[in-house]
Structure formats: C-alpha cells, structure tokens
C-alpha cells in the first residue's frame, strides 16, 4: 500500500473533521450547495444572492477541496514513483495544494478581469460554477483518500483512476455550465475559444508535457 501513511492519517482525520463539523452546523447549505451542482437555476440564484453565512461555509468547504485534492495528487504520484529530492510526503503534499491554490486565485483573478474588460457577469458567474463543482468533488474524494493508503497497490490504483474519473466527469459538467452561461449572457465564441485556449487547454498540455517528462 502506499508508503509513509503516518502523517497521512492526521490530515485525513483533520478533513473528516472539518467536514463533519460543516455539516453539522451549516448542513442546509451543503444540501443547496448539491442541488446547484445538478440545478442551473438554484446555482444561478445561489450566485445572486449575497450570503454572509453561506460565504462562510463555501469558505470552509474550499478550504476542504485543497486539502483533499492536494491529498489526491500526492497519493497519486507516490503509487506511480514521483518523487521529488529531498522532499518529503507531507511536504509535497503541502506543494501540490498550494499550486492547486494558486492555479484557482490566478483563474479567478483573471476571469474577474474579463467580466470588467467584456462588462458582463457571465465569468464570474463560470468562476461560481467552477468553485461549485470544485467543492462537489473535493466531498466526494473525501472518502477515497481515506481508504487509499490502506489498501493494495492494486486496489489503490483502481481507486485512484476512480478518483480521476470523477475529476474528469465534473470537469465536462464544469465546461458545458460555462458554455450555458455564456450562451444565454451572449458572450462572443471567439472570446470564448480564446479563454478556453488560454485558461483550460493550455494548462492541461502543461501539466501533461510535466508528467510525461518526470514520471
């Protein structure tokens, strides 16, 4: 199974806990939270209406999706080999989700950008969305790296392609809710190939010409 579970263990247990104490006092808004996931309406009224509260929990439940994807990725790298000198599992699983971090601040900056540019809340809106279905999955990994570093490298592989399944499925739902926003708020195709070129393609090339370079 995978290596070096020690530290593995506190961060799932700190996850559950977050997660559990979430849903305990904020519980309503996680179930809207899923129903906006599945309803373009009840996401595009969520987006509307300002909430301190549930600013609050979507806080939390961010918070939740870096940790656990940055888990995710760390897990997967170290069933597959990847290792970086001198730096250990904790650590790069430190690494792996401040660039996720990084990555979303950087896309939500620059969506924020076009919305001013283009004078329109459609990216925003998309940014909502990508969020939303960010938190989504983030919940739904919980339970995987959970179980990851327990069980066989074999069973563990399964679960991981489990995980990347689920990564793929929510971010094709991601990218045809971006498309309905822009359709019905009229946003330009060429603007809108150009931020799918600079925002989602190229940053998959990027991470697949790394992969493919040092895995």
């Known amino acids: 199974s995978v290596a070096d579970t020690?530290?593995?263990?506190g961060?799932?247990?700190f996850a559950g806990l977050?997660?559990?104490?979430?849903?305990?006092?904020?519980?309503?808004y996680i179930g809207m939270l899923m129903?906006?996931?599945?309803?373009?309406?009840?996401?595009?009224?969520v987006y509307e209406e300002s909430n301190v509260v549930r600013g609050r929990v979507y806080l939390l439940l961010n918070i939740l999706f870096f940790i656990n994807m940055g888990m995710f990725a760390n897990q997967c790298a170290t069933l597959y080999?990847?290792?970086?000198?001198?730096?250990?599992?904790f650590m790069l699983f430190c690494l792996?989700?401040?660039?996720?971090?990084?990555?979303?601040?950087?896309?939500?900056?620059i969506l924020k950008i076009l919305d001013f540019i283009f004078e329109t809340r459609a990216f925003g809106a998309y940014n909502f969305n990508i969020?939303?279905?960010?938190?989504v999955y983030g919940l739904l990994l919980l339970p995987l790296i959970a179980v990851i570093p327990f069980v066989p490298d074999n069973l563990s592989e399964k679960l991981v392609w489990v995980g990347l399944a689920l990564f793929v499925l929510f971010y094709i739902f991601t990218l045809f809710r971006g498309l309905r926003i822009c359709i019905k708020n009229?946003?330009?195709?060429?603007?809108?190939?150009?931020?799918?070129?600079?925002?989602?393609?190229?940053p998959f090339l990027t991470i697949y010409k790394f992969l493919t370079e040092y895995m």
């Open 186 to 202: 009229r946003v330009s195709i060429f603007y809108l190939f150009f931020y799918l070129c600079a925002l989602e393609i190229l």
């Open 131 to 135: 969020h939303l279905y960010n938190k």
């Open 11 to 13: 961060v799932v247990i």
């Open 18 to 28: 977050l997660f559990a104490w979430t849903r305990m006092i904020y519980g309503k």
């Open 96 to 109: 792996f989700s401040l660039a996720f971090l990084a990555f979303y601040m950087v896309k939500t900056i």
């Open 6 to 9: 020690d530290w593995m263990i």
């Open 81 to 89: 080999g990847f290792k970086i000198d001198n730096v250990s599992g």
């Open 35 to 45: 129903q906006s996931a599945v309803n373009f309406f009840t996401a595009r009224r």
